[in-house]
């Protein structure tokens, strides 16, 4: 499942890297290509909770393998595109069921996993995530420009197909699970409302930077080391999506609070080291911010899944919505920051945004899940 995870961010990322040559083909602006970002985020944000709510009684193991049936269509569709609207319609088959995919995909790496380790069966499909935007990324955009943007795409269909036989091979039959009794939920269910007001908060202070993360680089220690940021910040994200899978079971609101913590931290010293124009500060600031975005969602999908118990699939279908409208806020944010000349704001956003949803989680959540 890790692996699937892999190939289905690899693709929702797929025109990061290769907006110029995909827009000079198919003879569209470059704005164009990137607005294909945000639709398909946000058909995610729309049709996931629906799509779960009907899919509720059907078999697991089918439902998450015709995810990636449909990824594979869309893969193929963007492939062979003709036009612009042909690679829309690409997109938007591999975003109908994205969402559904990680409504699943968590709450199924649970039931697989030994009682108690929750936490580390999410990490191990969190680091599939995370190598997308370390290795996925990187390799589709080399490869975009080596042998072209349509040839990439096929790549990425010929591991799709791989992803499809491993679930095939190895995933057992997974029935829909009954909701848990009232008595069993009652003590968890009202601490939900608060978790998303909490990880609308995160994910919009961690986007309102991490979109620009190149911009900052650039401002301190200059363009040619803006590889070296990114990559520094996927592998930052690998370590806390390590160290928090490990612990996340047995101290899962500290984690939370840690990670929210940890971005009140480094934006206040990445507004230190970007008045000053320090690299290595910037470069230290992004391994600190690296290891909270990575930890994040492994810590905040724990929590979501222990406070939904009375229905998982359903919880985890309002976290990743959630997770989707926090994206789109904080590039929103940030952008409005950048367009109005202030790089810095990017970071007081992160800042003020994290400090938010730090008092959200210790003086609500907290209070509900104890």
Same mark, same amino acid.
């Given at each position: ?6 190939? @289905? ?74 036009? @612009? ?11 109908? &069921? ?13 039931? +697989? ?21 370390? +290795? ?5 955009? #080399? ?23 491993? +679930?095939? &091979? ?23 409302? %608060? ?8 994910? &919009? ?6 979109? /620009? ?5 650039? #401002? ?7 590889? /070296?940021?990114? %990559?520094? /910040? ?9 160290? #928090? ?23 206040? #010293? ?7 124009? =320090? ?39 309002? @976290? ?21 000349? @202030?790089?810095?704001? =990017? ?24």
């Amino acid at each position: 499942m890790s692996f699937a995870a892999f190939v @289905y961010v690899t693709f929702e990322m797929f025109a990061v890297g290769l907006i110029s040559p995909m827009a000079r083909d198919l003879g569209v602006s470059e704005g164009q290509i990137g607005l294909l970002m945000s639709v398909y985020a946000g058909l995610v944000a729309v049709v996931t909770i629906p799509l779960i709510h009907v899919t509720r009684n059907v078999n697991r193991r089918p439902l998450l393998i015709a995810t990636l049936v449909f990824l594979l269509a869309g893969i193929v569709l963007q492939a062979t595109a003709a036009n @612009y609207w042909m690679l829309v319609a690409g997109r938007v088959t591999a975003a109908f &069921t994205h969402g559904v995919f990680w409504s699943l995909v968590n709450p199924m790496a649970s039931r +697989l996993a030994p009682p108690g380790q929750t936490g580390k069966a999410v990490a191990a499909v969190s680091i599939g995530s995370t190598l997308s935007l370390v +290795l996925g990324s990187p390799l589709t955009t #080399a490869l975009g420009a080596a042998i072209g943007w349509r040839a990439s795409t096929w790549v990425l269909g010929v591991a799709t197909i791989a992803s499809l036989a491993m +679930l095939f &091979t190895s995933l057992p039959s997974m029935p829909a699970t009954r909701t848990a009794s009232a008595a069993k939920a009652k003590s968890t269910k009202s601490a939900i409302p %608060s978790l998303v007001v909490y990880v609308l908060l995160a994910v &919009t202070s961690i986007f309102a930077t991490f979109t /620009y993360l190149a911009l900052l680089v650039e #401002a301190t220690a200059g363009h040619r080391f803006v590889p /070296y940021g990114v %990559s520094l /910040y996927g592998l930052a994200g690998l370590v806390g999506i390590t160290f #928090a899978g490990r612990r996340v079971d047995r101290r899962m609101i500290r984690l939370n609070a840690g990670a929210a913590a940890l971005l009140i931290i480094s934006a206040i #010293a990445g507004l230190a080291a970007l008045n000053s124009g =320090t690299g290595v500060g910037m470069f230290a600031v992004i391994a600190v911010f690296g290891m909270a975005a990575g930890a994040l969602p492994t810590v905040a999908t724990t929590i979501f899944l222990h406070a939904g118990q009375r229905n998982q699939d359903l919880a985890s279908s309002v @976290y990743v919505v959630t997770f989707q409208v926090g994206i789109a806020s904080g590039s929103a944010l940030g952008a409005a920051a950048v367009d109005a000349g @202030y790089l810095s704001g =990017t970071l007081a956003l992160t800042g003020l945004l994290g400090a938010l949803a730090f008092a959200v989680l210790a003086l609500w959540s907290r209070t509900l899940l104890r």
